[in-house]
Structure formats: structure tokens, C-alpha cells
């Protein structure tokens, strides 16, 4: 639930011991789409998904890291250092304040490797149980949605959801002949920007792109995120702490070193 429509009193009643953080990214989406695109679905997708597992939901942080975007104009990015310390510090007093669970949301691929480390680091560190969702991995051709494949940026994925969730932000006279897929893979982006391997930002099939289609994939979300981090809380909450009974053991030994 988002904290924005909470007062004090309402968090004392509702006794959160659940926290939801979502990390969007700020920058280009194609000449037909904003670049506020991402933080506008993660925060539509956090609020409904926190919202059904009674999670307190901080308000999006909007700047991930941004090497993908390398030399765009207004694609306003931090280090990854800097984005792994911020989450770290917020998690730590997080955990002073009672929680005793956090959820991490993030739907741009560009932090997946830092933040999957990140979460292992929360869970054996700090003791804080966390999960990391990506509700665009639960999304693929094969859901019988999308009509295309290689949807990675500005594509069928994030137009459709537009669609749904902002109709009147997307400049759909712009979307005609825009469709655009490198001949290379996405993990060649730790090699090669975006904006190098895609000239008018687009990574898909934006064209293909439908209102009816976001709602589809908008519900899909919602409900395999949701299914996810109670599966892995439950996980978490039946087999002990991280380091399966070793935690105080494994925390002295650190301050030892």
C-alpha cells in the first residue's frame, strides 16, 4: 500500500511488517513514449502488488544505473555502488524500525546482477528477509499475449502497458516504423550501449502494442509477482535464517575479521 495515501494513524493501525521498495530507471523510451515510462508502471504495478500482501510501499526511487543509455541526452542515472549502498542503508533502517520483510521491485534489466547480490547481502547481513522481484520476467511470448518476441526496451511490453496505464502520455503518431531489434543478444549490453545498438532507442516491437494487451499483461504481472514472494517468504520463514542456523556465528566472525 502506498505510503502517499497513508497517514501515521493508518500505519498504526495496519501494523506493516512487510516493506516494498521499488526502483524504476529515468530516461529515454523512444520518440513515441516518456521518460518518466518506467517509473509510471513501477510504481502502477508496486502499489497494486503491495496493496494485496498488506506491504508498506516507500515511494519509488526513480534513478537506477544507467550505463545502457550511455551518451543520451536526459537519461539521468547513479553508480551502481552508489544505488547498492542507498538500498543497503534504507534495508538496515528498515529493519530498526520493526520490519521484519522487504520486497525489492524492479522492472528495468539494466540493475539484475547488482541487485541479486545486493539481496544476499541483505538476507545473510543484515537479517532482513528480502525478496527481489523483476515482473518483466514472468512476461514472454509464450503467455499467449504477445504477438512478437525480443521485447527488451520502448517495445510491445512497455507500450502496451502504457496504453493501459496512461493512454494520453503516448504519442502514437510516432510508433509507425519505429520497430527495431539489433542483431545481437541483450547480454551483449554489458558490452555495447543501447543507444549505440539502437539509434531511436526502440529494442522491439512497439507497433504490435495494445491497450487490451497491457491490461493483459498488467494482471500478469500482478498476480505472478504476488504468487512469488509469498512462495519465497514462505520458503524463507520454514527453513530458518540464511545461513541455515549459522547466522550469530557467521556475524561474529565477521566482526572478528
Same mark, same amino acid.
Given at each position: 500500500m502506498y505510503a502517499g495515501n497513508l497517514t501515521i494513524f493508518d500505519i498504526e493501525e495496519r /501494523?506493516? /511488517? $512487510?516493506?516494498?521498495?521499488? *526502483?524504476?530507471s529515468f530516461g529515454?523510451?523512444?520518440?513515441?513514449?516518456?521518460?518518466? $515510462?518506467?517509473i509510471i508502471i513501477t510504481?502502477?504495478?508496486?502499489?497494486? *502488488?503491495?496493496?494485496?500482501l498488506n506491504a508498506f510501499m516507500l515511494p519509488v526511487q526513480p534513478f537506477a544505473t544507467n550505463y545502457e543509455y550511455a551518451g543520451d541526452d536526459y537519461s539521468v542515472g547513479l553508480d551502481a555502488d552508489v544505488v547498492y549502498?542507498?538500498?543497503?542503508?534504507?534495508?538496515?533502517?528498515?529493519?530498526r524500525?520493526?520490519?521484519?520483510?522487504?520486497?525489492?521491485?524492479?522492472?528495468?534489466k539494466g540493475l539484475i546482477s547488482p541487485l541479486y547480490s545486493l539481496v544476499r547481502h541483505i538476507n545473510a547481513i543484515v537479517g532482513l528477509k528480502t525478496v527481489y522481484i523483476n515482473p518483466f520476467e514472468f512476461?514472454?511470448?509464450d503467455k499467449g499475449i504477445l504477438d512478437t518476441k525480443n521485447n527488451y526496451h520502448a517495445c510491445e511490453i512497455e507500450t502496451s502497458l502504457m496504453l493501459y496505464l496512461d493512454e494520453k502520455s503516448v504519442r502514437k503518431d510516432k *510508433?509507425?516504423?519505429i520497430d527495431f531489434v539489433p542483431d545481437t543478444p541483450v547480454k551483449n549490453l554489458n558490452y555495447k550501449s543501447l543507444t549505440a545498438l539502437c539509434l531511436n532507442g526502440v529494442w522491439g516491437y512497439p507497433s504490435y502494442a495494445? /491497450?487490451? /494487451? =497491457?491490461?493483459?499483461?498488467?494482471?500478469?504481472?500482478?498476480?505472478?509477482? *504476488?504468487?512469488?514472494?509469498?512462495?519465497?517468504?514462505?520458503?524463507?520463514?520454514?527453513? =530458518?535464517?540464511?545461513? =541455515? =542456523?549459522r547466522e550469530k556465528a557467521y556475524l561474529r566472525e565477521l566482526e572478528d575479521n
Amino acid at each position: 500500500m502506498y505510503a502517499g495515501n497513508l497517514t501515521i494513524f493508518d500505519i498504526e493501525e495496519r /501494523k506493516f /511488517k $512487510t516493506a516494498y521498495f521499488p *526502483i524504476a530507471s529515468f530516461g529515454q523510451h523512444g520518440p513515441h513514449l516518456s521518460l518518466t $515510462t518506467d517509473i509510471i508502471i513501477t510504481h502502477a504495478l508496486s502499489d497494486e *502488488i503491495s496493496t494485496a500482501l498488506n506491504a508498506f510501499m516507500l515511494p519509488v526511487q526513480p534513478f537506477a544505473t544507467n550505463y545502457e543509455y550511455a551518451g543520451d541526452d536526459y537519461s539521468v542515472g547513479l553508480d551502481a555502488d552508489v544505488v547498492y549502498e542507498m538500498v543497503l542503508d534504507i534495508a538496515v533502517e528498515l529493519k530498526r524500525q520493526g520490519f521484519t520483510q522487504l520486497v525489492i521491485h524492479q522492472n528495468s534489466k539494466g540493475l539484475i546482477s547488482p541487485l541479486y547480490s545486493l539481496v544476499r547481502h541483505i538476507n545473510a547481513i543484515v537479517g532482513l528477509k528480502t525478496v527481489y522481484i523483476n515482473p518483466f520476467e514472468f512476461v514472454s511470448a509464450d503467455k499467449g499475449i504477445l504477438d512478437t518476441k525480443n521485447n527488451y526496451h520502448a517495445c510491445e511490453i512497455e507500450t502496451s502497458l502504457m496504453l493501459y496505464l496512461d493512454e494520453k502520455s503516448v504519442r502514437k503518431d510516432k *510508433i509507425t516504423g519505429i520497430d527495431f531489434v539489433p542483431d545481437t543478444p541483450v547480454k551483449n549490453l554489458n558490452y555495447k550501449s543501447l543507444t549505440a545498438l539502437c539509434l531511436n532507442g526502440v529494442w522491439g516491437y512497439p507497433s504490435y502494442a495494445t /491497450k487490451e /494487451k =497491457g491490461r493483459q499483461l498488467f494482471e500478469l504481472c500482478v498476480k505472478s509477482c *504476488i504468487n512469488f514472494i509469498n512462495e519465497v517468504f514462505t520458503y524463507m520463514n520454514n527453513t =530458518g535464517d540464511y545461513t =541455515g =542456523g549459522r547466522e550469530k556465528a557467521y556475524l561474529r566472525e565477521l566482526e572478528d575479521n
